[in-house]
């Protein structure tokens, strides 16, 4: 029987284990998935160790948001797909009943993407979430245009990497910052304009030095946390700083900027608006096909090395998604 990812306790990577299950039926408007491969997010890792933002019923939870594979089997009512077509789940909100660390699951037809060609499983399943995410934040809400210089905080992650390389796509101008320095080299290769490195510069200055004494015109942050203040001093008056993420768990700063438009953007809700997945899907397809847009993966699991996968996401030391393969 397909194997599944479950757990019956939340905890460290430990309680994570590899279960047999049935294969599911689709239902009406439905569509099963054979899974070749999903990537594992900061978010599976909040769920795990008891930090949902939502409630997750136990015992026998299941994690993943994204993966992609071939449709293995239709549903009644489902037009416009076939049994054999690559496909990437688009968004699963009920991730912890059936989501993708596994070798099949089912979900809604209109959650699924059309892959783009050309593009393999693994990095297919590093594509969705982070690059959605970033296109969302800095395009839908903060309005990015050509141009426009863009602080990346965490830019050596999953959503970072995507928006340097969005920004580039755009015209913009990608400032990337790290913690690190032996990690500038790299984020230049992928494509940063500059890099910043925080443990020998400070973020708010090194920032007005390579915008000429202005700030930058959007700060796209996934770190939150008490820093929060001192980075928005990186703006300039009239900016933008767009959230995505909170790697800093501890409660975050007002920001220090006081004209700052601030969003606070969460991908889930526009993952599951039809047109906007569909907007999306069509400027990532476009990027990929130029090969502008090339998901970053820094390290490939099998399933039965789930728990190892786990705990190098624990260490976050990874450049770019880590991604399984069952």
């Given at each position: 029987m397909p194997r599944v990812v479950v757990f019956d306790e939340t905890g460290g990577p430990d309680v994570l284990r590899v279960v047999d299950e049935p294969v599911v039926e689709p239902a009406a408007g439905e569509v099963r998935v054979r899974i070749e491969a999903f990537a594992v997010n900061p978010l599976d890792q909040m769920v795990r160790g008891g930090q949902s933002p939502r409630p997750v019923q136990l015992?026998?939870?299941?994690?993943?948001?994204?993966?992609?594979?071939?449709?293995?089997a239709l549903g009644s009512g489902v037009t416009g797909l076939a049994v054999g077509d690559p496909v990437i789940l688009g968004a699963i909100p009920d991730f912890e009943t059936r989501g993708s660390y596994a070798e099949y699951t089912t979900l809604s037809a209109d959650r699924v993407v059309r892959r783009p060609a050309g593009l393999?499983?693994?990095?297919?399943?590093?594509?969705?979430v982070s690059y959605f995410t970033a296109y969302g934040a800095l395009v839908e809400r903060a309005g990015m245009r050509p141009g426009d210089q863009i602080l990346i905080t965490a830019a050596s992650g999953g959503v970072g990497r995507a928006a340097i390389q969005i920004a580039n796509q755009i015209g913009?101008?990608?400032?990337?910052?790290?913690?690190?320095?032996?990690?500038?080299?790299?984020?230049?290769?992928?494509g940063a304009a500059v890099v910043i490195a925080t443990d020998r510069e400070d973020v708010a200055e090194a920032t007005r030095r390579h915008t000429g004494g202005v700030g930058a015109d959007i700060i796209l942050d996934a770190v939150m946390g008490p820093?929060?203040?001192?980075?928005?001093?990186?703006?300039?008056?009239?900016?933008?700083?767009?959230?995505v993420g909170w790697l800093d768990p501890r409660p975050a700063s007002f920001p220090a900027n006081p004209s700052l438009t601030v969003y606070r953007y969460m991908s889930s809700a526009d993952m599951v608006d039809p047109v906007t997945a569909r907007r999306v899907a069509a400027f990532l397809t476009a990027g990929v096909r130029t090969g502008v847009l090339?998901?970053?993966?820094?390290?490939?699991?099998?399933?039965?090395?789930?728990?190892?996968?786990?705990?190098?996401?624990?260490?976050?030391?990874?450049a770019g998604k880590i991604v399984v393969t069952p």
């Open positions: 015992p026998h939870a299941r994690l993943g948001v994204e993966g992609t594979g071939v449709i293995d393999e499983p693994v990095g297919a399943a590093a594509l969705w913009a101008v990608p400032i990337a910052v790290t913690r690190h320095s032996a990690k500038v080299e790299s984020l230049l290769a992928a820093g929060l203040a001192e980075l928005s001093l990186a703006a300039k008056l009239g900016g933008t700083l767009a959230t090339q998901p970053a993966v820094d390290r490939v699991f099998s399933l039965g090395d789930i728990i190892e996968a786990h705990r190098y996401l624990e260490k976050g030391t990874a």
